[in-house]
């Protein structure tokens, strides 16, 4: 079946706009991970759900950052009034209810003039 | 606080010439531990899970083997294909986030 799927795969915005990433899970994978991965820096963990429950949330970085997820399937990140320094490549990935493989997307590259 | 660290941060091969990859971890109840590789561009692709020291899995021309304190990727006779990022992550204790290091670049040349 099909993968992880994002969208857009490339966003680029000025300074102090609002941006939403998309996130498309497996189907059937009721656990939604967001990471993010900047220049130099390894895989960051943001926030985990479990169907539209976000037990986790201990990684998004600032109160910009807010991201929610309906119907168990679909979910959106989104970053307020945008900085530089959240120029990344922000990387969704799902996983079945008990296990712990997670399978990612190709990311979505955020650069932020 | 858990740690993850890679090394080497690169890795040059020529094709044919084994080589080993290490993650080294610190961590409170490891629950398990991952390897993925990684192409420009692209998200991670799983490769392996190890849940406990003594643990071995094999994948073609890799093999992943797991201690109480670290994790090698073992690559027997590489080919270029076999050029990509090799990231290693935890997962620990009661969370199901996963905690990578920061990977391994590795070429192969021909």
């Known amino acids: 079946g099909a993968g992880v799927s994002q969208s857009p795969s490339n966003k680029v915005t000025e300074k102090g706009k609002d941006v939403e990433l998309r996130c498309d899970p497996i189907?059937?994978?009721?656990?939604l991970y967001w990471y993010r991965q900047s220049l130099g820096q390894g895989l960051e963990f943001l926030i985990y759900?479990?169907?539209?429950?976000?037990?986790?949330k201990s990684g998004l970085p600032s109160d910009r950052f807010s991201a929610e997820r309906t119907g168990g399937s679909v979910s959106t990140l989104t970053i307020q009034r945008t900085q530089q320094e959240d120029s990344a490549v922000y990387l969704c990935?799902?996983?079945?209810?008990?296990?712990?493989?997670?399978?990612f997307g190709a990311g979505t590259r955020l650069s932020v003039l | 606080e858990d740690q993850v660290t890679q090394s080497p941060e690169a890795l040059r091969l020529q094709e044919g010439e084994s080589s080993s990859l290490n993650c080294s971890y610190t961590?409170?109840?490891?629950?398990?531990l991952f390897w993925y590789r990684q192409d420009p561009g692209k998200g991670p692709e799983f490769l392996f899970t190890?849940?406990?020291a003594g643990e071995e899995k094999e994948k073609e021309r890799l093999k992943a083997t797991l201690t109480k304190k670290e994790s090698f990727l073992h690559i027997t006779a590489p080919k270029p294909e076999d050029s990509a990022t090799y990231l290693c992550?935890?997962?620990?204790?009661?969370?199901?986030?996963?905690?990578f290091g920061k990977g391994t670049s590795l070429l192969v040349t021909p």
């Open positions: 990935a799902s996983s079945l209810r008990g296990q712990n493989i997670q399978y």
């Open positions: 992550a935890v997962q620990a204790g009661s969370g199901y986030a996963l905690n």
């Open positions: 190890l849940y406990s």
């Open positions: 759900f479990q169907g539209n429950s976000a037990p986790d």
């Open positions: 189907s059937g994978h009721t656990a």
């Open positions: 961590v409170s109840g490891l629950r398990g």
